[in-house]
């Protein structure tokens, strides 16, 4: 890469920063549905939980992590079914209005785990993290394929609003040569760049 145009180099950093992320992220999700299914397979454990559960008014739903992989499968699609003959931008905003509503009522879980004392808020948050990168997965998934381009160039458009808005007012708060927008979970970039 040396010797070639800024404007190159630049490109380049930008997709390999991007295909980092994207890797990151995948392993993460594998990491986080092995832990998860060492806790789903521990009945002590889910006993536990499904105590706390129930302190929580929602209803009773005892199912193995493929299940609740299938039924998140079956939410993406039925929200997002009705939106498949829209313009691509439509879906997004549909699909960033759905995952922030997924976030705001699991948050709102964990929070009533949280003030209740849960014993098993650690497993909670857990299956929480792992729910909300699989959602993220599947979304991303369902706008590549209505926009006939691979899942990582979906990515890259979100990673790319979010650079070109970070990198103004990190420019003017901080003058040093740290690089930005490579850091943090991909999924708060997905969230910050619905916000704007």
């Not at 180099?9 to 993460?28: D, E, G, M, N």
């Not at 998140?72 to 009705?82: F, G, I, R, W």
């Not at 007012?169 to 930005?180: A, D, H, I, M």
Request: one cysteine or more.
């Amino acid at each position: 890469m040396q010797g070639a145009p800024d404007v190159i180099q630049k490109k380049k950093l930008f997709a390999v920063r991007t295909l980092a992320q994207t890797l990151r992220r995948y392993t993460s999700l594998n990491h986080l549905a092995s832990a998860a299914r060492g806790v789903l397979q521990k009945p002590d454990q889910i006993q536990q939980m499904f105590q706390d559960f129930n302190r929580v008014d929602i209803a009773n739903k005892q199912k193995s992590l493929e299940q609740w992989a299938e039924w998140m499968e079956a939410v993406v699609d039925q929200v997002l079914a009705k939106y498949h003959d829209k313009p691509y931008n439509v879906l997004a905003d549909v699909s960033k209005q759905f995952l922030k509503n997924w976030s705001f009522y699991s948050s709102m879980i964990i929070r009533d785990l949280t003030l209740r004392s849960a014993q098993s808020f650690g497993s909670f948050h857990l299956i929480r993290l792992l729910f909300d990168e699989y959602l993220l997965y599947l979304v991303e998934l369902r706008l590549a394929k209505a926009s006939n381009k691979p899942v990582i160039s979906v990515m890259t458009q979100v990673f790319r609003s979010l650079f070109f808005l970070i990198l103004p007012f990190q420019q003017g708060k901080n003058k040093s040569n740290k690089t930005y927008g490579s850091s943090g979970s991909f999924y708060c970039v997905f969230k910050r760049s619905t916000e704007v």
